[in-house]
């Protein structure tokens, strides 16, 4: 090769010639610094992002979560309330009946017949089988054939004119309120042998 081919040779591969910056090293430097710069600013927004959005999050949870604690302790106090009260209605129905006990037996003395005694009684319990009525009481039907959900034998007596299982006597009434027995009556009732 002669001088001149290798001039031109070495002018083809000059980094001036080919636009190629000398300094190869720098400028892959600076680029690559200001990719890391970017990448870095651009996960800190992310990051702060990420945090309020956790931030938002929590703060939701945690009100929520005292909702729901209120709404548990406001439902435990009704409750409450209902079981600490719920009789307060049948105490208002008793408190009439309850004073003319009271008034009875002021008006009671020695002169006092025994028969207006007896119907003082059965006047005052008229009124509180009244007012047990007013709340759902009402007594168990013994005028039929023993069934053992409304009644309990608890003797029987033979009695060929009746037939099997007629209720004869009632030692002690039964109740229900609002259609569910709370008492059954004890009853005595007919057998064939």
Known sequence: MTDTNENNVNNLHSPQQDGINKEP????????KELQDKTATFLSNELEEQRNKYSELEDQYKRLWADQQNIVNRFNRERLDIVRYAASNTIEALLPALDNFDFAKRSIN??????????????????????????????VSTDNTFNPELHEAVHKVVDSSKPEGTILEV????????????????VVVSTKE
């Open 171 to 186: 030692l002690k009434k039964g109740f229900k309120l609002n259609d569910k027995v709370i008492r059954v009556a004890t």
């Open 25 to 32: 090293n720098k400028s892959i430097d600076q680029e690559w």
């Open 110 to 139: 020695a002169n006092t017949k025994p028969e207006d005694v007896i119907k003082s009684i059965e006047m005052l319990q008229d009124q509180l089988i009244n007012s047990l009525k007013a709340v759902g009481l009402e007594p």
